[in-house]
């Protein structure tokens, strides 16, 4: 049976395979449509067909990329981990997503947080990721996203289907957010899940004090 860091490993390597031959195929298709504006008498079928393969290229980019990202969090090495403030890893994640969140009108909020041994850069996309995702599964009100942190030695399960690869509520992504941020969570030796809430869901983790 392979180890997690093996399977990571061979994801890897497919991605890199794959990555080549689609961007080359989305590179000259976007190419083509371009010469095709300036060319009379070009049957609408052909500009249908090529949209059809640009769309195809961009959908299967985003689907390696959203495999790669699942693979370097299987990637993980704990013999690496460093005292991280999750303080720290919230406000850098909060940073990338400036744009996105202004743009949405949304609110994000936390408390303190702890300190914790663990991949500072996998913690910031943890927290990227999960913000992200109630970005992207809002409701009709502008997004209100309040993280907290309490001990404790008790955990839910619901909702599991969220955290399988591909699964997608609706949008246009990969559907590997969350199976993501399952990876890098239990490479840090915790554990995640989801909880109904009246608005929606709540995404849950827990990781080692």
Request: charged share 25%.
């Amino acid at each position: 049976m392979p180890t997690n860091r093996e399977t990571g490993e061979f994801l890897l390597r497919a991605c890199h395979d794959l990555w080549t031959p689609l961007r080359g195929v989305r590179a000259h298709s976007e190419l083509i449509q371009r010469h095709l504006k300036d060319w009379t008498a070009v049957p609408a079928e052909a500009h249908r067909s090529l949209d059809f393969v640009l769309d195809g290229a961009r959908k299967a980019d985003l689907i390696v990329d959203g495999i790669a990202a699942y693979a370097g969090a299987l990637y993980i090495d704990s013999n690496h981990f460093l005292p991280t403030r999750l303080d720290v890893a919230l406000r850098a994640a909060l940073a990338k997503l400036d744009g996105s969140l202004k743009q949405e009108s949304a609110e994000v909020t936390y408390g303190e947080l702890p300190r914790i041994r663990g991949n500072p850069d996998r913690l910031v996309d943890l927290f990227e990721r999960i913000i992200r995702n109630s970005l992207e599964h809002r409701g009709a009100k502008p997004p209100r996203v309040r993280i907290s942190a309490s001990q404790s030695g008790s955990e839910a399960s619901e909702l599991e289907n969220v955290f399988r690869p591909f699964q997608k509520l609706h949008g246009n992504g990969a559907g590997m957010g969350l199976a993501v941020c399952r990876a890098i969570v239990e490479a840090h030796g915790g554990k995640i899940w989801a909880e109904a809430a009246p608005d929606g869901f709540a995404i849950v983790f827990t990781l080692p004090a």
